[in-house]
């Protein structure tokens, strides 16, 4: 298993937003994560289509993008049409999960589920099969830069187990303080995915953490 490095643009500059991708880009980011807030699923709120788009024109990375929003549906077809390779839903805000799951496959992109610290991993039995990819929160949604709650660490390891059991591909990811002090511990409990926001835009050398954050889970494979 290789690990991936998942860039989150939230804590880029704006103001420099094709350069900060480019940075990723030449650092040999595997994704670059792409935060949809509404004001109302999270207290933030961030941007749509227009943002996306535009990273779009900057990289051919996938495009990972997670929809911290109520009735995510609603914004399915054109954020595939905006580029979005990977689309990301929470179990929380969505009751017909299996549905909004398949829609999304049927338009092309890969299908993903996030849960929220305090939701089960169980809840997601029975749609292992309808998953590209399953993220597993380590913060509560909403900002960059928060701690990473270390009872996720159980939780990554119930994921892998149950993605395992059922014989899934499906990514596990994980987002949320990912960090020097925490990656490596995430990697071992069995995740492949690793978001990172304020980690690589707030260091020095944005390019250098993505590789240092890389190695950090290669030492220990
Ligand atoms: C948090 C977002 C994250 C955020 C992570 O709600 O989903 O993707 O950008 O930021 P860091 O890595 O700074 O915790
Ligand atoms: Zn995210």
């Known amino acids: 298993m290789t690990v991936r490095i998942a860039p989150s643009i939230l804590s880029a500059d704006f103001a420099r937003l094709g350069d900060e991708i480019a940075l990723c880009v030449d650092g040999g980011a595997d994704w670059i994560h792409i935060d949809v807030m509404d ?42 049409k905006a580029g979005a390779d990977l689309l990301t839903i929470h179990q929380e805000a969505a009751p017909h999960l299996q549905r909004h799951l398949a829609r999304i496959r049927e338009l092309g992109a890969r299908a993903g589920v996030a849960l929220n610290p305090s939701t089960p991993v169980a809840t997601l039995t029975d749609v292992i099969d309808d998953l590209d990819l399953l993220l597993v929160m380590t913060v509560n949604p909403g900002f960059g830069g928060q701690r990473f709650i270390p009872r996720s660490l159980h939780r990554i390891r119930e994921a892998r187990l149950l993605l395992d059991a059922r014989g899934s591909r499906a990514a596990l990811e994980v987002d949320g303080g990912v960090a020097r002090d925490t990656i490596a511990a995430c990697w071992r409990a069995g995740a492949d995915t690793m978001v990172a926001g304020n980690a690589v835009f707030a260091a020095p050398d944005p390019k250098a953490e993505i590789a240092a954050l890389r190695a950090m889970c290669h030492e220990v494979a």
């Open 39 to 80: 004001g109302c699923f999270v207290p933030n709120l961030t941007y749509g289509a227009k943002v996306i788009e535009t990273v779009r024109r900057c990289t051919t990375l996938p495009l990972d993008v997670h929809l911290m929003v109520v009735e995510p549906e609603k914004y399915f077809d054109s954020f595939v």
